[in-house]
T-cell receptor
Framework: AQTVTQSQPEMSVQEAETVTLSCTYD???????LFWYKQPPSRQMILVIR??????QNATENRFSVNFQKAAKSFSLKISDSQLGDTAMYFC???????????FGQGTRLTINP | GAGVSQSPSNKVTEKGKDVELRCDPI?????LYWYRQRLGQGLEFLIY????????KSGLPSDRFSAERTGESVSTLTIQRTQQEDSAVYLC???????????FGQGTRLTVV
């Protein structure tokens, strides 16, 4: 069974700083997809960024980028120039290409301080 | 509709009663997921529907939990004989399948008293 682990329950940084959230996963599959979702206090889950395992190039979306290390089964999220609106729970998620079941980690609570 | 809609948004029920939670996915989305999120916790997978395939029920915690979906439309999650440990936010998501983005509803907050 696939598992996703986020080892940082909480993180806190100052506005405009860069922060990196960690995620590791366990799978025996070769083809899969990885996602980072954001859940602000409104409870609405929002997709931040995604990565296909067969792509070596790390995904980037504006201030958000990932460091995907397939051999190490690591998928960290870097937020540059952090903003107050980035304050939220962040969840790493895994989807097996075949089963298509979306499995989430336990989340990291990120607080951006003014 | 414009997004995934869940109802009710909040539900308070007495221990031992049955509850039904409803999810209206985005039109055309073949995949539908149910998750449970306890306070301050991550998303616990419950069940996954994909088109007309047999659902993946591997996450349902007990036989008190069941879910149905007719075709690619509405899904209902039923919890029978509710227990206090069932108190949580129940989130529904839908997607076009495969690795497409999953869009989430606002969730139903269930409180069992």
């Amino acid at each position: 069974a696939q598992t996703v682990t986020q080892s940082q329950p909480e993180m806190s940084v100052q506005e405009a700083e860069t922060v990196t959230l960690s995620c590791t996963y366990d799978t025996s599959e070769n083809n899969y997809y990885l996602f980072w979702y954001k859940q602000p206090p409104s409870r609405q889950m929002i997709l931040v960024i995604r990565q296909e395992a067969y792509k070596q190039q790390n995904a980037t979306e504006n201030r958000f980028s990932v460091n995907f290390q397939k051999a190490a089964k690591s998928f960290s999220l870097k937020i540059s120039d952090s903003q107050l609106g980035d304050t939220a729970m962040y969840f790493c998620a895994f989807m097996n290409q075949g089963a298509q079941k979306l499995v989430f980690g336990q989340g990291t609570r990120l607080t951006i301080n003014p | 509709g414009a997004g995934v809609s869940q109802s009710p948004s909040n539900k308070v029920t007495e221990k031992g009663k049955d509850v039904e939670l409803r999810c209206d996915p985005i039109s055309g989305h073949t995949a539908l997921y149910w998750y449970r999120q306890r306070l301050g916790q991550g998303l616990e997978f419950l069940i996954y529907f994909q088109g007309n395939s047999a659902p993946d029920k591997s996450g349902l915690p007990s036989d008190r939990f069941s879910a149905e979906r007719t075709g690619e439309s509405v899904s209902t999650l039923t919890i029978q004989r509710t227990q206090q440990e069932d108190s949580a936010v129940y989130l529904c998501a839908s997607s076009l399948g495969y690795w497409n983005e999953a869009f989430f509803g606002q969730g139903t907050r269930l409180t069992v008293v």
